[in-house]
Nanobody
Framework: QVQLVESGGGLVQAGGSLRLSCVRSGRNFDIYTMGWFRQAPGKEREFVAAITWRAGTTAYADFVKGRFTISRDNAQNTVYLQMNSLKPEDTAVYYC?????????????????WGQGTQVTVSS
């Protein structure tokens, strides 16, 4: 079984930056995609970015392109989300997910394991 632990959230002013980390442990060999999603109060969990574990292929939601970067460190079993030029509308709980599929990476229902989430708050 895979376990995920996120960290790096916090309070930042608009225009600032944060880097989120997600450390995975446990059974690793059949995880193909790692993704970041976020959920604001009263809204559904939405896709932010994803990366395939072996090839490092990335994908982003349109609203974060050019501002956020997803990356991975295979040796450290860690996925990162570098967030720059943050906006108040980026405020949400950010979740890391692990999927055994490389398809439908933007569909939260394709992820079998989730971390506990980390709060990101952007003030105006």
């Amino acid at each position: 079984q895979v376990q995920l632990v996120e960290s790096g959230g916090g309070l930042v002013q608009a225009g600032g930056s944060l880097r989120l980390s997600c450390v995975r442990s446990g059974r690793n060999f059949d995880i193909y995609t790692m993704g970041w999603f976020r959920q604001a109060p009263g809204k559904e969990r939405e896709f932010v970015a994803a990366i395939t574990w072996r090839a490092g292929t990335t994908a982003y939601a349109d609203f974060v392109k050019g501002r956020f970067t997803i990356s991975r460190d295979n040796a450290q079993n860690t996925v990162y989300l570098q967030m720059n030029s943050l906006k108040p509308e980026d405020t949400a709980v950010y979740y890391c997910g692990a999927s055994e599929s490389i398809l439908h990476f933007d569909d939260k229902n394709r992820y079998e394991t989730w971390g506990q989430g980390t709060q990101v708050t952007v003030s105006s």
